[in-house]
């Protein structure tokens, strides 16, 4: 079983809609990252969160972990066709690891 | 700043060849990372590497794959005698250390590599 879980998978949105993709485990995590994927483009770093009820902002995304480090959502405000791609979610399960575990993704359309 | 750097970005291959695919860490970094990632599924750890040594392999096939990091040029993730279930994305990603949550990985564009 996936220890990371996405949703949605995929997501069309009209540009200018606000959207939110989310990041589960049924385990504490440790660290948090997220990254977005573009198709040749390999991961771009976009936030790390690691206290629970963290909440950092870069431009129009704003990222959020739970008090019980354990969910993990990606706000995204006033949608952009530079905003497509993929947002992987990825963690640290343990502290001081380096195997950083994946979820499967959520493929972003925004449709100007 | 240059990031991690990988090559080649494409590799095409036929049953029974050997792939290498060369990985540069961001200057400054001495931890390497390699994952794969297979259609339809997400990333998954294969090695990590500091210079000259591998420090944890578990996530590597047994038999077929190795990797290196030398003291001087890039890391380089081998696949013998490659078969097509070996068709992937590979991403390598670097960090200045390991285990601390502010060294976050950052990643290369990925070869992909495809098996005839």
């Known amino acids: 079983s996936q220890e990371l879980e996405q949703s949605p998978q995929s997501l069309i949105v009209q540009e200018g809609k606000n959207l939110t993709i989310n990041c589960t485990s049924s385990?504490?995590?440790?660290?948090l990252y997220w990254y977005k994927q573009k198709y040749g483009e390999g991961l771009i770093f976009l936030m790390m969160l690691q206290k629970g009820g963290e909440e950092k902002s870069h431009e129009k995304i704003t990222a959020k972990l739970d008090e019980k480090k354990q969910q993990s959502s990606l706000h995204i405000t006033a949608s952009q066709p530079s905003h497509a791609g993929i947002y992987l979610c990825g963690a640290d399960m343990n502290a001081g690891t380096y195997k950083y575990i994946f979820g499967t993704g959520t493929r972003l359309k925004v449709l100007a | 700043n240059a990031g991690v750097m990988q090559n080649p970005r494409h590799l095409v291959r036929r049953r029974g060849q050997e792939a290498r695919l060369r990985c540069s860490p961001m200057?400054?970094?001495?931890?390497v990372y390699w994952y794969r990632q297979l259609p339809e599924e997400g990333l998954k750890f294969m090695v990590y590497?500091?210079?000259?040594?591998?420090?944890?392999e578990s996530g590597m096939p047994k038999e077929r794959f190795s990797a290196e990091f030398p003291k001087e040029g890039p890391s380089i993730l081998r696949i013998q005698q490659v078969v097509r279930g070996d068709s992937a994305a590979y991403f390598c990603?670097?960090?200045?250390?390991?285990?601390?949550?502010?060294?976050?990985?950052?990643f290369g564009p990925g070869t992909r590599l495809t098996v005839l």
């Open positions: 590497l500091q210079k000259e040594n591998i420090i944890d």
């Open positions: 200057k400054g970094h001495s931890h």
């Open positions: 385990k504490t995590l440790y660290g």
């Open positions: 990603a670097s960090s200045p250390r390991a285990g601390d949550l502010a060294d976050t990985q950052y």
